[in-house]
């Protein structure tokens, strides 16, 4: 300890600072509370975030405040180092998190400086009766203009010893960028700016969607910080993240009591028979290498490496088995092709920490989207493969070749069954979807029946190929209106169509299926001509041979809606949807809603 941060923490405070006690009291009157950070997909928790308490009580008006008035008088490494006894010990005193994560904010100023008690973090770990590997030291960009060569050597340090390491607020500063590039952080957390309203905000939800796409290729995990609405952790989930906390999901506690295992309002939506096909094309192409521990010797690798020449890399777990990592062969030669037992230079390869050669490899879940692999793939520069994981343990590895079949055999099956016109899923397709939601109750769901009005005398006039186009218009304004998790798309044939909802609330699906209506009535309209579209109608014979007069073109929309708890049969579901379609043709404004009684 320096002169001055120990003369610091003896010395009566002076009245003018913004600590109004001695650090001892400082440190007597803190006290900590654990905010859940939940699986996205399951609800189960992964780990807690340590958040100070009672700043207000040692005359700070905030965390920040607390930190920068400990940096100033000299004394933040000892402050720090003891903060993270206090929070050791409230997570450690909580049963339930037992084989979860506990994420720490940490200051880097002044990190890895002589006799910095921060860079003995591990021993304070073990004395709580905790592994590192549990615990995970959050940076942000706050102070990183401070942050010199050292800081950088010093993080990379308490990386090598086991220590998680995430990247915190990402998005609040200008170098975020660099400072991902720099520390290869363990988990990015989203700033709170991009997640307010990022439901409604396509802006925002493209910037998390590629933040989450980057952390990904880089081997990292995303966490949603700060989500407070349902809205915006669906958005959250359709962008990719990986984790989630915020006041949606539960806030900070003291409480022991408080604590949960899971939280079933987070849990998401069962999986659907074609993404379960999917997720099992995945689980049937795994590899499964050797893995090796986080904390093995040199010894142990090279043994591992000898006895199992045909694997080119070896995947690296900690003790809960999540993945840290790879270590590729090539990297091993120099060790591998050293001299005899009694080289010297033999012994001190041997002596070099197996941690040291583990780099980054991109990483995803089980349930990830083909496609989107192949993006994280195609992405990451001179990757073998892609680690796969499941509920954040490591599952085996997918490779390259492996990747390749999974998305010939998608793209096959896709081509079967599909609208040889439009390219959207056919009869099929609906067919199985019409099925799986008769039968689904756990949550509400909306059946949608789509066809165009005065589809044939458009025809007769302008004939086929204007009809096909304007079908093929239809089918691009389709995707473009529904889009996203829960959503369903598909061409029965001819002018008819069909969409699908889950989990969505009705008056969301009316008001997205009315602006689908005006954009086709108005985009339409330019397939007829002058003449047409001033009078507003063309004429033609109709099924009779009666010449009459036909409005241009628009389309009926039927919605059928079952809420959850209701079951039906899907032949029964079928007969409302068609006795539906024919309402909505009645109506004045070609739009019926229904719902089945639960």
């Known amino acids: 300890m320096s002169a001055n941060s120990q003369s610091a923490l003896q010395a009566e405070p002076d009245d003018t600072g913004v600590i109004c006690c001695a650090p001892k009291d400082t440190l007597a009157a803190l006290d900590y509370a654990l905010q859940p950070v939940v699986d996205i997909g399951t609800g189960v928790v992964y780990g807690y975030e340590a958040q100070i308490r009672n700043c207000d009580q040692v005359g700070a008006r905030s965390v920040d405040d607390l930190i920068d008035d400990a940096h100033a008088a000299g004394y933040l490494p000892e402050l720090e180092a003891k903060l993270v006894e206090k929070a050791l010990a409230r997570f450690a005193s909580l049963k339930i998190a037992q084989g979860t994560k506990l994420y720490f904010k940490l200051d880097g100023r002044d990190l890895g400086e002589e006799n910095d008690p921060r860079m003995h973090l591990s021993e304070i770990v073990s ?140 849990r998401a939506p069962g999986t659907g028979g074609k993404r379960r096909e999917e997720q099992d094309r995945i689980r049937n192409e795994l590899v499964q290498l050797p893995t090796i521990r986080f904390d093995a010797s040199m010894n142990e690798l090279l043994d591992m490496v000898v006895h199992n020449q045909d694997a080119s890399v070896v995947p690296v777990l900690d003790s809960n088995n999540e993945p840290r990592g790879l270590i590729h062969e090539r990297d091993l030669k120099a060790y591998l092709y050293a001299g005899g037992p009694d080289d010297d230079d033999a012994k001190a390869a041997l002596d070099f920490p197996l941690r040291s050669f583990v780099r980054a490899c991109p990483i995803a879940d089980i349930d990830s989207n083909a496609d989107m692999l192949l993006v994280t793939f195609a992405s990451s520069i001179n990757s073998d493969g892609i680690i796969i994981t499941e509920n954040f343990r490591y599952a085996g590895f997918l490779s390259a070749t492996s990747l390749l079949k999974i998305i010939h055999e998608k793209r096959l099956q896709e081509a079967q069954d599909q609208n040889p016109l439009t390219r959207l899923p056919g009869n099929g397709a609906v067919a199985r979807f019409i099925a799986e939601s008769a039968r689904k109750g756990t949550q509400d769901r909306h059946l949608i029946y789509l066809d165009f009005d005065n589809f044939k005398p458009f025809n007769d006039t302008y004939g086929y190929r204007q009809g096909d186009r304007a079908i093929i218009l239809f089918g691009e304004l389709l995707q473009r209106h529904i889009s996203g998790s829960g959503t369903f798309h598909g061409h029965i044939g001819g002018d008819d169509f069909f969409v699908g909802f889950h989990n969505i609330d009705q008056t969301d699906v009316a008001a997205r299926m009315l602006a689908l209506k005006r954009a086709f ?15 507003g109608y063309i004429e033609a014979q109709d099924r009779f041979g009666t010449t009459r007069q036909f409005p241009l073109l628009q389309c009926s929309i039927s919605i059928l809606s079952l809420p959850k708890g209701t079951t039906v049969h899907p032949e029964t579901l079928n007969h409302e949807i068609m006795e539906l379609k024919r309402a909505a043709k009645r109506s004045d404004d070609g739009l019926v809603v229904k719902s089945l009684a639960a």
């Open 521 to 535: 009535r108005l985009d339409v309209e330019s397939f007829y001509e002058p003449e047409h579209r001033e009078r």
């Open 127 to 266: 004395a709580a009766g905790l592994q590192v590997n549990q615990i995970c030291l959050e940076f942000s960009e706050r102070h990183q203009q401070t942050f010199t060569d050292l800081t950088h050597h010093a993080i990379n340090d308490l990386r090598q010893i086991g220590f998680l390491i995430a990247l915190d607020d990402f998005g609040r500063g200008s170098s975020e960028l660099r400072l991902l590039h720099d520390m290869s952080p363990d988990y990015v957390k989203i700033d709170r700016f991009f997640l307010n309203g990022i439901d409604s905000d396509a802006r925002r939800k493209l910037f998390v969607t590629t933040v989450a796409n980057l952390a990904h290729v880089l081997g990292a995990r995303v966490i949603a910080e700060g989500v407070e609405t349902e809205r915006e952790f669906k958005a959250c989930r359709e962008a990719g993240c990986d984790l989630i906390q915020g006041y949606f999901v539960a806030r900070p506690f003291q409480k022991a009591s408080a604590a949960k295992l899971f939280y079933d309002h987070v």
